[in-house]
């Protein structure tokens, strides 16, 4: 009996040994893997907003983080973009408070927009940059002032195109009727 005891003990070690060996290759192979999220976690985390918007048929996302204060749409610095009126109506949210001005100084933007007609978009995009500068300051104030300025800033448009009827070119107007 002590026998088979002593037979079953070394069996253990034995594979105990082979497990050992076999953690300890597979220790040396794991180095450099374990060492790249250490690496990862070094970077600094910094604070990034998403915010987006619509209007009638566009849709618009931006993104803001600290930066430069350059404001990008579809890619393209935004002082490219033509006619200046559409520009003015993107930019809009940046000049009606001090606040939104001084914070949007040192925070890159970033907006992709698509969808509907240039006007549409440029509303869009604008509604997309002041949620995304409302998201980033601490308080409402921000917030509070776009929505005395102007509500269609802070709050979508729910009117949509009403579809078309029969008997008729659009949704309401009809064939006219001749009766001579």
Request: glycine share 6%.
């Given at each position: 009996m002590i026998f088979m005891a002593e037979?079953?003990?070394?069996?253990t070690e034995a594979q105990d040994a082979?497990?050992?060996q076999k953690a300890q290759a597979e220790a040396q192979a794991k180095p450099a893997k374990a060492r790249r999220p250490?690496?990862?976690k070094a970077k600094k985390q910094e604070q990034v907003v998403f915010?987006?918007?619509?209007r009638k048929e566009s849709?618009?996302?931006a993104s803001a983080r600290k930066g430069t204060g350059a404001v990008r749409v579809n890619s393209a610095l935004i002082e490219t973009v033509k006619p200046r009126e559409l520009q003015m109506l993107m930019l809009r949210p940046l000049y009606i408070s001090p606040i939104a001005k001084d914070m949007a100084a040192g925070v890159d933007i970033t907006v992709s927009v698509h969808g509907g007609g240039k006007s549409s978009q440029a509303q869009a995009?604008?509604?997309?940059?002041a949620r995304v500068l409302a998201g980033m300051s601490e308080g409402d104030t921000?917030?509070?002032e776009y929505m005395r300025y102007d509500r269609s800033l802070i709050i979508d448009d729910?009117?949509?195109v009403e579809p078309k009827k029969f008997l008729g070119r659009k949704a309401r107007a009809r064939n006219q009727t001749s009766y001579r």
């Amino acid at each position: 009996m002590i026998f088979m005891a002593e037979a079953a003990t070394a069996t253990t070690e034995a594979q105990d040994a082979h497990a050992g060996q076999k953690a300890q290759a597979e220790a040396q192979a794991k180095p450099a893997k374990a060492r790249r999220p250490a690496a990862r976690k070094a970077k600094k985390q910094e604070q990034v907003v998403f915010a987006f918007s619509k209007r009638k048929e566009s849709v618009a996302r931006a993104s803001a983080r600290k930066g430069t204060g350059a404001v990008r749409v579809n890619s393209a610095l935004i002082e490219t973009v033509k006619p200046r009126e559409l520009q003015m109506l993107m930019l809009r949210p940046l000049y009606i408070s001090p606040i939104a001005k001084d914070m949007a100084a040192g925070v890159d933007i970033t907006v992709s927009v698509h969808g509907g007609g240039k006007s549409s978009q440029a509303q869009a995009v604008g509604g997309a940059i002041a949620r995304v500068l409302a998201g980033m300051s601490e308080g409402d104030t921000l917030r509070h002032e776009y929505m005395r300025y102007d509500r269609s800033l802070i709050i979508d448009d729910s009117r949509r195109v009403e579809p078309k009827k029969f008997l008729g070119r659009k949704a309401r107007a009809r064939n006219q009727t001749s009766y001579r």
